[in-house]
């Protein structure tokens, strides 16, 4: 049964579009925590556009769960992983224009810097992941990286599922499905652990969840949109639900 990391940046994205001290996104991992979150995911950007380094400090001394941090290669922000020490740091991409992380790391482009960031954060007891893309070179170089997990960008799946036409859209989703599973298959044989995230929402979770051999799977925005209406808690909770028995869907 894969685990539910909670991702708290756009509660954190709220909170600056106004510049202002709420919402906390650390009273929102308290509130994920107890509506069944296995995990707290939070991004470090390099501009701080969301989360900021008071945040990342306080979430480390206050989340009970997995704590993971996702970052880019950049030293300081390294550096701070280092301090900090995580439960786990995902590697990501990351481009200021961007909205929002818009794919996966290319491991083999930059293999020698993912391997020392990797065996740095390694050496301070921190498990490393690395956002990817569903590529079997891409998974490769990863473990020949040193990571101990990957997690698969799944937006291409997502936006597929936003297709207007039906029957693209299913030719479309059943495409993205099948690069997934079979780059589940492929991190397996590589001795990873396999997570997922980026995109995925109440309605099309399903699908990917059923997928054998992902231990967890990490999503945001849309249970912070849920949670507009229904309380955080509750809304990780539904989430939760979903990801654990996807059959229900």
Known sequence: MAGLGVNIDHVATLRQARRTVE???VWAAV???????????FHLRKDRRHINDRDARVLRQTVRCKLNMELSMDEEVVAIALDLKPDQATVV?????????EGGLDTVA????????????????????????????????????????????????????????????????????AAIATGVELGLEAGLTVHAGHGLTYTNVAPVARIEGFTEFNIGHSIIARAV??????????????????DQM
């Not at 991409?93 to 992380?101: G, K, L, V, W």
Request: proline letters at 5%; a negative charge.
């Open 23 to 25: 919402p906390d996104p």
């Open 229 to 246: 209406f229904v309380g955080l808690s509750e809304a990780v909770a539904e989430m939760k639900a979903l990801v654990d028995v996807p």
């Open 31 to 41: 509130e994920a925590e107890l509506g069944g979150a296995d995990g707290i995911t």
């Open 110 to 177: 930059h293999a020698g810097r993912l391997a020392e960031v990797t065996s740095a954060l390694r050496g301070a007891g921190i498990e490393v992941s690395a956002f990817i893309d569903p590529l079997g070179d891409h998974i490769a170089a990863a473990r020949d990286a040193g990571c101990d997990a990957i997690e698969f960008h799944t937006g291409t799946y997502a936006n597929a599922c936003l297709i207007a036409n039906a029957h693209e859209r299913h030719e479309q989703s059943a495409l993205a499905l």
């Open 93 to 101: 991409p990351e481009n200021r224009q961007e909205i929002t992380t």
